[in-house]
């Protein structure tokens, strides 16, 4: 596989949340997101030292640098009101996450296998012994809860790339949270498909997956086991999550 140099990318309770077959917006529908170059995968190969430091070095220095289908792919900081809503949701996270020994990152990267490939959530949610892969990347199989924070250089692949890489890694909740959308909404992916391949873009990765528009609840499943009130992460006011029933 060959790496190339990196390459710039720009980054009060209503009726319950929607169970969607397909939650991806209608503006990104396409028949033609499958890359040209697909082909098939190769086998696992270790990210040489040189390019996991250099990764190491761009996110350390407040860049995020990913590597899809080989090639380390380097996105901006995120925006002030990406690094809004991502405190939000650590706001009400946290307490849970102090009871449980639980731990917050938003500068480690989760693998994809079978490639070298890796993707650096907004927020990555870990138990205390996360099985890590090497100095900045865990195995999804490991991870509680990815989040990523749709901005509209990122909408796209937050959208479609995204939710196929992290079930394939075994992330078993991936939480977007869309202040793009009109409505706002939030939406949660969970029970990750185990048979996907690199290219799988016509598949639905996830088999559960419920969308909440602001200002309605959403429910995290266990370990979390609590309720979420939507406004809460596009407001400045945090409220404190309620218990799961």
Aim: hydrophobic share 40%; charged share 25%.
């Amino acid at each position: 596989m060959a790496l190339t140099k990196p390459t710039k990318r720009g980054r009060h309770d209503r009726p319950a949340p929607r169970t969607q077959d397909d939650p991806v917006p209608d503006d990104l529908v396409s028949d033609e997101h499958e890359p040209p170059d697909a082909g098939q995968p190769e086998e696992p190969q270790k990210l040489p030292d040189e390019v996991l430091h250099l990764c190491m070095q761009l996110n350390a220095s407040g860049y995020r640098a990913e590597i899809r289908l080989g090639q380390v792919v380097v996105s901006p900081w995120m925006s002030e009101e990406s690094n809004e809503i991502i405190d939000r949701v650590s706001k009400l996270l946290l307490p849970l996450g102090m009871a449980k020994g639980w731990r917050f990152f938003c500068n480690w990267a989760v693998h994809i296998p079978p490639m070298l490939d890796h993707r650096l959530p907004d927020l990555l949610v870990l138990p205390m012994k996360a099985e890590r892969l090497d100095r900045m990347r865990v195995h999804g199989h490991s991870v509680l809860l990815a989040v990523e924070v749709c901005s509209p250089g990122n909408h796209e692949v937050d959208w479609r790339e995204k939710p196929l890489d992290y079930a394939r890694a075994g992330v078993p909740l991936y939480l977007i949270v869309d202040p793009v959308a009109s409505p706002r909404r939030v939406t949660l992916m969970s029970d990750p498909l185990a048979d996907l391949e690199p290219f799988d873009y016509h598949r639905q990765a996830f088999r559960q997956i419920l969308t909440a528009e602001e200002g309605e609840v959403l429910e995290l499943p266990e370990p979390f086991g609590i309720k979420i009130e939507t406004s809460a992460l596009f407001d400045q006011v945090v409220s404190p999550p309620e218990p799961a029933e």
